[in-house]
């Protein structure tokens, strides 16, 4: 039986409170009431997911998680990046609406004096 020792405790703890993190993060991505929570929550399970790739790579001593942990940055921010873009058109989607169902309601309207 081996004893553990100061890095393989904080290595567990590590590990511990990175699924907590996940978890946590999945749970406002399902219950967000907004689009940007949602976002904001996909992006923190990336950060969280990339986390947990250097702690394994640590763990197990293999180089090849922090490859994948690069490529998963990568597509996250991507995917943030895109995914803001896409709240953004619809946000000016909703405004030009808003502006043309106006003008159409003015339009009918005249001056009695």
Request: net charge negative; hydrophobic share 55%; proline share 3%.
């Amino acid at each position: 039986m081996t004893s553990l020792t100061a890095p393989d405790i904080a290595l567990m703890v590590s590990l511990g409170l990175v699924f907590c993190g996940i978890g946590l993060a999945f749970l406002r991505l399902s219950l967000g009431p907004t689009m940007p929570d949602r976002v904001v929550a996909l992006d923190k399970m990336t950060v969280s997911i990339v986390a947990f790739c250097g702690l394994a790579a640590i763990w197990s001593g293999d180089a090849a998680f922090l490859d994948v942990a690069l490529v998963l940055a990568l597509v996250g921010f991507l995917a943030t990046v895109a995914l803001a873009r896409f709240a953004e058109r619809a946000v000016i989607r909703r405004n030009r609406a808003a502006i043309n169902t106006s003008a159409t309601t003015n339009e009918g309207e005249t001056d009695h004096e």
